[in-house]
């Protein structure tokens, strides 16, 4: 599944279970996602992982308290970073942001804190699957802002940057299912024209043609 957000206010600090965790109630798989920036104010910030290890015990007691803000590691960050985000990862949004989510389809969020909002929490669930840890920058990279590259880093998908015509990157992968949004320039996918802010589907490789793209983001499934 691939979306846009753009956020203007906090966003839920949460976390998704792994397939294995996932297959336990009954789902056919777990939640991995990533973050692709288009935009970000300078003052911007995504929440990863934990400032330092902390117990179960801890982190759910924060939640209840209100505090829990204070032991996310909350990163600065701008247009082009790019972020994977494994199973277990407690992560949120912060306003300011403009940004690219991937993740697998799955409807299974476990939400830990909600600034206030009368929206559900799933403490326990939540405590059950996080990683009580820092964030692996390893999983992160700063995709270059002329070139084509690929950025799967270890998801359960393939994603790309696309700059231009040449589909050679994409040539390489086998996939069932392609998903194409259009960044600058237009794409054409299985005789439609798709522009910046519109998304392609189609099954095969050949019913993409770049040969308007200026700029796209490209996942599929593998």
Sequence with gaps: MTKYLF????LSIQ????????RR???????????????????ARLGLGLKNPASATKLKTAAILGEIEQLIDWKPVKKGDFYYI???TI??????????EVQQNADITYRIYDYGRPRELHLDEAMA??????????????VPTDASSRLSLGSPFEL?????????LLSQTASKEWQVIPLEGSVTVRGKLIKPGE????????????????KSFIACTT
Excluded at 7 to 10: G, L, R, Y
Excluded at 15 to 22: G, L, S
Excluded at 199 to 214: F, R, T, V, Y
């Design 15 to 22: 976390v998704h279970p792994n397939d294995r965790q996932a």
């Design 7 to 10: 956020t203007s206010e906090k």
């Design 199 to 214: 998304c392609g589907i189609c099954p095969q490789l050949s019913d993409i043609d770049l040969s308007k793209n200026e």
């Design 129 to 142: 699957v996080v990683k009580l840890s820092s964030y692996d920058m390893k999983y992160s990279q700063v």
């Design 86 to 88: 494994p199973p277990g």
């Design 91 to 100: 992560h949120a949004i912060g306003p300011g942001i403009s940004l690219l």
């Design 160 to 168: 790309f940057q696309i700059v231009g015509s040449d589909d050679t």
């Design 25 to 43: 109630i009954g789902l056919p798989h777990g939640k991995a996602e990533c973050w692709y920036i288009l935009d970000a104010e300078p003052d």
